[in-house]
């Protein structure tokens, strides 16, 4: 909390990574990322770059249908999604989720 009260959302990234971290095992590595899984959700945290090159896939029913922390899927987390099968493609530009 703030001084004035207010939530300080300014370590919030931060503190997602740390729970991401905490209550995932590391499932693999690819390339230079640490691939954290769960049930409803993948953590790709860069192996040298930790979270400030990070993103967190959401799953619902093995697919995905969102992803927070990163402004697009790193080409590393996409290549390993679509090698694995999720549903994800690349546009030309980045890689998506359909």
């Given at each position: ?34 691939i ?7 953590y ?11 993103c967190?896939?959401f799953?619902?029913?093995g ?9 697009a ?5 996409g ?20």
């Amino acid at each position: 909390m703030s001084e004035y009260g207010h939530l300080d959302f300014s370590k919030l990234d931060e503190l997602v990574a740390q729970k991401a971290r905490e209550s995932e095992q590391i499932v693999t590595k690819y390339k230079d990322f640490n691939i954290y899984m769960g049930k409803d959700k993948i953590y790709f945290e860069h192996e040298h770059l930790g979270e400030d090159d990070s993103c967190c896939v959401f799953l619902e029913n093995g697919r995905i249908y969102d992803y927070d922390m990163c402004f697009a899927i790193p080409n590393e987390a996409g290549q390993w999604l679509s090698k694995e099968g999720y549903n994800v493609y690349w546009d030309g530009e980045f890689w998506n989720y359909e």
